[in-house]
């Protein structure tokens, strides 16, 4: 089988992981600080928080944020469940802001139409997390501006983009928000088998988020509520939760993050080869702004209709290609469902929905493969 997407591993990344095995610290050692280091510098920002998932990130950078009950949050439909769910964590109530059928997208001017409406009904929300699907960046500067305009909170989720940049400046920077968020999920472009970070220029949001993944302990006397009893005191001043990632982890990451680079190239020269010879097909082809330089996660496409999505699904599993479907709206799941959203709500991502294949693309795909792929749905299409 072909898979839609997976994992690269060297040699050195091996060795790399035995040598933290053969080391004294399995966790909580130099190399996790290594990473994070690593992967802000990468990024542009000041500050990396290592977590075992990008959900996990999510969760703390929504507590960073002092989310809680009584705040809502909007993110995009077309994202994956773990987007909206941080939010409900902390027992916000999640909404959500349709799509641009372009770019897949949160759509910056359903977002200004939805601020207006909410603002006139004082209900405006603290925190807009939007989506960069398939590793191409939102539109931050619109996306920004209506923030200072309406004064809410913005949370990148950058799970398919690290690697990617917005206006020439990496996604991550944190130019365009208060916090940004990578998995390390294998399917993601650099992986650390389960993980995730937490990048901010906000000094305080990141020892926040440094205290929450760790139980909520601190051992920083300046935020203590007394003095010290010795070296090996501490104190829990928030409730936190053990998200650590492990050196082992960490080992992996660092080792993937030396490649990133040649990552999103040969990504970026899988979807070129697949936009020239499919661009005679009956499909939608996913459309780039010349503001964004995509990290190339998914490559998805879209046909005729519902109907022809199965038909052509079907054909492709039948020939061993791991095609998959990103994303089915969120609002469409029952959970969100009981909390009162409903079809129709965001009729642009459940459109795009009812057509969509995302097609296999990762750095170890064969030209053979891909032609293979290419091959197989041109005779199903036909
Ligand atoms: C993968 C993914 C997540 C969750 O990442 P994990 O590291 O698996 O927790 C969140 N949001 C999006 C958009 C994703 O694709």
Redesign the pocket.
């Known amino acids: 089988m072909i898979p839609y997407g997976r994992q690269e591993i060297t040699e050195s990344d091996i060795q790399e992981v035995i040598n933290v095995l053969r080391s004294d610290f399995l966790t909580q050692g130099s190399v996790v600080p290594k990473f994070e280091r690593a992967v802000a510098d990468y990024s542009g920002a000041l500050h990396g928080i290592a977590v075992n998932?990008?959900?996990?990130a999510?969760h703390i950078a929504c507590m960073a944020l002092n989310i809680g009950p009584g705040d809502e949050v909007w993110t995009s439909p077309n994202?994956?469940l773990?987007?909206a769910n941080s939010a409900r964590y902390c027992g916000a109530k999640l909404d959500f802001v349709d799509i641009d059928p372009q770019t897949y997208n949160m759509s910056p001017d359903a977002l200004a139409r939805k601020l207006e409406r909410a603002d006139a009904a004082n209900q405006l929300p603290k925190l807009v997390i939007p989506?960069h699907f398939a590793g191409q960046s939102c539109e931050m500067r619109e996306i920004k501006n209506l923030s200072e305009r309406y004064g809410f909170y913005i949370i990148e989720?950058a799970?398919?983009a690290i690697g990617a940049t917005y206006m020439g400046e990496r996604v991550g920077s944190c130019k365009y928000s208060d916090i940004t968020v990578f998995?390390?999920?294998p399917v993601?472009i650099i992986t650390t088998g389960?993980?995730?970070m937490a990048v901010t220029n906000n000094t305080n949001m990141a020892s926040k988020m440094e205290r929450l993944r760790s139980h909520g302990v601190t051992k920083d006397e300046s935020l203590m509520d007394r003095s010290s009893d010795g070296q090996w005191y501490y104190q829990q001043i928030d409730l936190g939760f053990n998200y650590r990632l492990t050196d082992i982890q960490a080992a992996l990451g660092l080792s993937q993050l030396g490649r990133i680079n040649t990552y999103v190239q040969q990504r970026k020269e899988i979807a070129n080869y697949y936009q020239e010879h499919l661009i005679d097909m009956p499909l939608g082809l996913p459309f780039q702004s010349i503001n964004t330089n995509s990290s190339w996660h998914l490559f998805p496409i879209q046909v005729k209709n519902k109907m022809e999505r199965r038909r052509v699904f079907e054909g492709m599993r039948a020939a061993d290609i791991g095609v998959n479907v990103h994303y089915i709206p969120v609002h469409l799941q029952p959970y969100y469902r009981h909390l009162g959203h409903n079809i129709g709500d965001f009729p642009e991502s459940e459109a795009y929905y009812e057509s969509e294949i995302s097609l296999p693309i990762y750095p170890t795909l064969q030209k053979s493969q891909q032609d293979y792929v290419i091959k197989t749905l041109k005779g199903l299409l036909k």
């Open positions: 998932s990008a959900t996990s999510l994202t994956f773990a987007t989506v989720d799970s398919h998995s390390f999920h993601k389960e993980g995730g």
